[in-house]
């Protein structure tokens, strides 16, 4: 793992984002996708909004997932596997990019087939609390056919990654521009932010 976290570093300094692959392993994925909360997340899945808190929309021009915030306090084994593991990579991050990350959040995801997320930036103008942006995909054996690309729009130029499974990207929230591609089948991940100050209960 510790590997995965240099090369987190290394990507982060040097272009603003970094891909990982087998960030969790095949069991670990399986062990995720094997929760009720995925395995009927049409029952559990709220229509993901666009802004924050008042100013809160939906918007399927703008994007079509749909989402469940992961209550850290209170989550299944799979889930918080991964949740400790952002933790040492938070404390990694701090530790070799002078970075003051305090806390995460993140959510649960799924885009049905054919919908998609327009180009965007991460980090709220009314809250600048988002630091980095981390994905990490839940599909086996994806197809790059099959769509459903992370599209990050860098200084070098555009870079697409395709969701597959165990697969981690880490970006700049406040700097790097992207988009997710619709998809021919089902599109599952765990989105997350890490962030410069502890976060409230607010989305629970
Ligand atoms: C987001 C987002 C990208 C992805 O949820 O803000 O841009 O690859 N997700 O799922
Ligand atoms: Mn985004």
Known sequence: MSTHFETIVDGLADQGYAVVDNFLSTQEVDSILDLEEFK??????????IGKQHNKQINETIRGDYIQWIDK??????????LDRLERLIQHLNQNLF?????????MTAYPAGSFYKRHIDQFKSNDHRKLSIICYLNSEWKD?????LRMHTAGGVKDVSPTAGRVVCFRSDLIEHEVLPATRQRLSLTGWLLDQLTELKHL
Not at 73 to 82: G, R
Request: charged share 25%.
């Open 99 to 107: 970075l003051s990350l305090k806390d995460y959040e993140v959510h």
């Open 40 to 49: 009927s997340s049409h029952l559990h899945f709220k229509k993901a909004g």
């Open 73 to 82: 306090k209170n989550c299944a084994k799979p889930l918080l596997i991964y």
């Open 145 to 149: 056919a099959e769509g459903g690309q």
